[in-house]
């Protein structure tokens, strides 16, 4: 069965009983929430589904889709992995990723057709539809804070999953985190059946896109919860390279922390205002160790350590690099995309400011727990990043390019 129809059901039950001392209990902001998701969510995904059966009617051929060469960016969460995938796929003549229309609106190749014949009637009548999409787009999607976030920018394709309703990110909708499968340690933990399964449909989810698409791209994604599952990525794709983003924990876990915390506020009032530390300090812990242990015992060009330092420092350098081990063709234009792309990023300027004491942690904690992380890389274990205020040293205030 491709969708997850127990999982549903469970957060479906948790959402109206017993929720009274957990943090989606059902009053305020949270009952609305549940009550419109329930009115919506349900008829959205007949119809997704609908779309996917008539793909296998109308458009068959998508099952044969080759998936040469995709790129899979990897890491934690605030690591630097949406910069380099938006970097990348500026390069339209190599690359191509899902965008958040994509992953939400088109993720059926008849959707895809449709939205395209649609967009040449609009331009053909002078874009009336693309103003009053982007006017929306900018009063909603555009208003998210510390990850900035459009209908037209790609996004993690993770979120595909969802259709499916096999994905971490339910947790973010229904923040009862013992009612969900272990996602966060993917590999180790979820059954091998039940393993293939997900990623059986995301790589038909990356056909679809594919087929629609010409078929001629390579695929540029970022998910930094595949860092769980990179021994199921490398089986579903044996072709995947794979960039495995490395950012110093001091400033990733308490970005992480937050962003979470903003992300739950979003959909419910929780308990207190950093839900599940503990857990999430395990879980980057095993986003760390789980894909660097695989990496080291399966070396190969194809797969590449990279530190978040090394990327924000020299990207021009970083991409050039990249395209060459992996063997991407470097068109002429590259160092232009790269310089756009830079400037971009700082023209974001993010708010994202908090502190470690508020989140319950210590610089020192937050060095032992790491331990390893710090060793092998040699990152700063006092000194507040480049990014940080040097005269707030237990502060962070991040700019567009920490994620």
Not at 145 to 163: A, C, G, K
Not at 170 to 193: G, H, R, T, W
Not at 250 to 270: E, G, I, N, R
Not at 298 to 320: N, Q, S
Request: charged share 25%; glycine share 4%.
């Amino acid at each position: 069965m491709v969708y997850n129809f127990r999982l549903f059901w469970r957060m479906a039950y948790r959402s109206f009983f017993h929720t009274r001392g957990t943090h989606g209990e059902l009053k305020g902001k949270r009952l609305k929430f549940v009550l419109l998701f329930y009115t919506l969510w349900p008829a959205y995904t007949l119809l997704t589904w609908f779309f996917f059966l008539l793909d296998d009617l109308l458009f068959p051929r998508y099952k044969h889709q080759p998936i040469h060469k995709p790129l899979f960016i990897i890491g934690n969460f605030r690591s630097g992995s949406t910069f380099l995938q938006r970097l990348l796929a500026r390069d339209g003549g190599v690359f191509t990723s899902l965008r958040v229309a994509d992953i939400f609106f088109a993720p059926s190749v008849t959707q895809k057709k449709l939205l395209g014949w649609l967009n040449r009637l609009d331009a053909a009548l002078g874009h009336p539809l693309k103003r009053l999409l982007t006017g929306i787009d900018r009063r909603s999607l555009g208003q998210v804070r510390i990850h900035r976030i459009s209908l037209f920018q790609p996004e993690e394709d993770e979120n595909l999953l969802l259709h499916a309703w096999s994905s971490f990110f339910v947790v973010f909708l229904f923040p009862f985190l013992d009612e969900m499968p272990p996602y966060q340690f993917f590999d180790d933990a979820i059954p091998a059946s039940e393993r293939r399964r997900i990623m059986a449909f995301y790589r038909s989810c990356i056909q679809r896109h594919l087929y629609a698409t010409g078929g001629k791209l390579h695929l540029v994604a970022k998910n930094p919860i595949f860092s769980a599952k990179i021994e199921t990525l490398v089986e579903t794709f044996p072709e995947a390279r794979i960039v495995y983003l490395v950012r110093n924990p001091l400033d990733m876990l308490p970005s992480t922390l937050s962003w979470f915390s903003y992300a739950w506020h979003v959909f419910t009032t929780p308990l207190e205002k950093y839900p599940y530390r503990q857990e999430i300090l395990e879980m980057t812990q095993y986003w760390y160790r789980h894909p660097l242990a695989y990496l080291d015992a399966h070396p190969a060009p194809e797969r590449l350590i990279l530190t978040y330092d090394d990327l924000i420092h020299d990207p021009e350098r970083v991409i050039r690099d990249l395209y060459r081990r992996f063997g991407y063709p470097a068109r002429k234009g590259l160092e232009k995309i790269v310089v756009e792309a830079v400037a971009d990023a700082r023209a974001h300027q993010s708010d994202h400011v908090y502190s470690y004491e508020e989140m319950g942690f210590t610089r020192q904690k937050i060095v032992e727990a790491f331990a390893d992380i710090f060793e092998r890389f040699g990152f700063d274990q006092r000194k507040p990043s480049l990014l940080e205020p040097a005269a707030l040293p237990e502060r962070i205030e991040l700019d567009a390019a920490s994620d």
